[in-house]
């Protein structure tokens, strides 16, 4: 059986630094969801977007660490949807298409 410690995406960040993270604002704290709410920016009504991840070379505002390293996500247990649902096709510790993109962008191996 895996524990966290078995995960790499608990200590990779490639995905964070990687990918823009668009969500539901519903997810944010100010509308009763668990996302902080200066960790993202509003886009309108229906869109809201997790601070860094637009830039030319994005880098979420949540995200702790050195990618590759020691990286994780500070907000690990409020993440938005897009955060929680990444990679979960692919069998623990394998990654996906997306996390070996993710990966390869930063100089990593793929996992698996």
Same mark, same amino acid.
């Given at each position: 059986?895996?524990?966290?410690?078995?995960?790499?995406?608990?200590?990779?960040?490639?995905?964070?630094?990687?990918?823009?993270?668009?969500?539901?604002?519903?997810?944010?704290?100010?509308?009763?969801?668990?996302?902080?709410?200066?960790?993202?920016?509003?886009?309108?009504?229906? &869109? #809201?977007?997790?601070?860094?991840? *637009?830039? @030319?070379?994005? $880098?979420?505002?949540?995200?702790? =660490?050195?990618?590759?390293?020691?990286?994780?996500?500070?907000?690990?247990?409020?993440?938005?949807?897009?955060?929680?649902?990444?990679?979960? &096709? #692919?069998?623990?510790?394998?990654? *996906?298409? @997306?996390?070996? $993109?993710?990966?390869?962008?930063? =100089?990593?191996?793929?996992?698996?």
């Amino acid at each position: 059986m895996s524990t966290p410690a078995d995960n790499p995406c608990l200590a990779c960040g490639a995905c964070c630094a990687s990918f823009r993270v668009d969500f539901s604002p519903e997810e944010l704290q100010s509308r009763g969801g668990c996302v902080p709410d200066g960790l993202a920016v509003e886009l309108g009504d229906t &869109l #809201a977007r997790m601070r860094g991840t *637009d830039h @030319a070379r994005p $880098r979420c505002a949540a995200l702790v =660490g050195t990618v590759g390293a020691k990286a994780g996500c500070g907000i690990y247990e409020w993440r938005p949807g897009p955060c929680r649902e990444f990679g979960m &096709l #692919a069998p623990l510790g394998r990654g *996906d298409e @997306a996390c070996a $993109r993710a990966r390869l962008r930063h =100089g990593l191996t793929p996992l698996g």
